[in-house]
T-cell receptor
Framework: DTAVSQTPKYLVTQMGNDKSIKCEQNLGHDTMYWYKQDSKKFLKIMFSYNNKELIINETVPNRFSPKSPDKAHLNLHINSLELGDSAVYFC??????????????FGEGSRLTVL | AQSVTQLDSQVPVFEEAPVELRCNYSSSVSVYLFWYVQYPNQGLQLLLKYLSGSTLVESINGFEAEFNKSQTSFHLRKPSVHISDTAEYFCAVSDLTGANNLFFGTGTRLTVIP
């Protein structure tokens, strides 16, 4: 079984459309994340949720809205897609202990291409 | 906040040669340090980590990294690389509160040449 799974793996869409990426983890972790990896491979955190509660919300346009229906799922919805949104989006999870070790488990990524 | 600098964006090396991927960090507090590897079209996987104790840490596939506090470095080394080591390598740092404060470097592309 895949520990952190994302769907879809590839997404090609037109500017102005709305799209969602889904993420599920079966590791029993309490914390989930969305990262964006740009064309230069730079990884930047977008959001972090702990037990369905938003913990980190970096400077991300409000067209991006995360939703966590339960602690095993964290979905990313993007409204009014723009060319600059083209990137690979990674979901990740980790244990939350307060003194945690920072080890993240990543999904395989969702490559979004906006035309 | 912490930050990470990976000085080399690309490192080509011949098969069976040694390699060192450099990582320097900046932090005003104690840190955890990590190396993650990203194989083509895959997500990142943890390669090795330094939390405390021995400053030399090893992975199961022959990589090692040494935490050097005075030089604020955590360089990754392997004495003899294989074709299968071709990947993107990311150094990362967090404070002791853990994953929510994890900062990644910009990555080093290791290409092993046959």
């Amino acid at each position: 079984d895949t520990a952190v799974s994302q769907t879809p793996k590839y997404l090609v869409t037109q500017m102005g459309n709305d799209k969602s990426i889904k993420c599920e983890q079966n590791l029993g972790h309490d914390t989930m994340y969305w990262y964006k990896q740009d064309s230069k491979k730079f990884l930047k955190i977008m959001f972090s949720y702990n037990n369905k509660e938003l913990i980190i919300n970096e400077t991300v346009p409000n067209r991006f809205s995360p939703k966590s229906p339960d602690k095993a799922h964290l979905n990313l919805h993007i409204n009014s897609l723009e060319l600059g949104d083209s990137a690979v989006y990674f979901c990740a999870s980790s244990r939350w202990t307060g003194g945690g070790t920072g080890e993240l488990f990543f999904g395989e990524g969702s490559r979004l291409t906006v035309l | 906040a912490q930050s990470v600098t990976q000085l080399d964006s690309q490192v080509p090396v011949f098969e069976e040669a040694p390699v060192e991927l450099r990582c320097n960090y900046s932090s005003s507090v104690s840190v955890y340090l990590f190396w993650y590897v990203q194989y083509p079209n895959q997500g990142l996987q943890l390669l090795l980590k330094y939390l405390s104790g021995s400053t030399l840490v090893e992975s199961i596939n022959g990589f090692e990294a040494e935490f050097n506090k005075s030089q604020t470095s955590f360089h990754l080394r392997k004495p003899s690389v294989h074709i299968s080591d071709t990947a993107e390598y990311f150094c990362a740092v967090s404070d002791l509160t853990g994953a929510n404060n994890l900062f990644f470097g910009t990555g080093t592309r290791l290409t092993v040449i046959p």
